[in-house]
């Protein structure tokens, strides 16, 4: 179980604003490759959908600390 205080700093590259986002304000997609993985949030003060790539360290804080994720193919 993830506590439901798990918070994750963010910026929002449109409107500059940096901030702290719960984890289920988050979704987590996980591609084949480097580029088809990435997260995604709406930015809480101009209301932008941002979407950033995410590495290896990214995908292993979002899935711990509760972020949902999807993936986008099948492991061999």
Known sequence: MTPA???FRAACPD???AFELPSDA???AIG???RTTFYSFTCPD???AVRKPA???VVELLTGGG???LRLH???
């Open 46 to 48: 101009c209301g932008a």
């Open 15 to 17: 409107c500059r604003a």
């Open 32 to 34: 084949a490759s480097r």
């Open 55 to 57: 590495g290896e360290r």
């Open 67 to 69: 972020v949902r994720t």
């Open 5 to 7: 205080a798990v918070r």
């Open 74 to 76: 099948t492991p061999l």
């Open 26 to 28: 988050f979704r987590l």
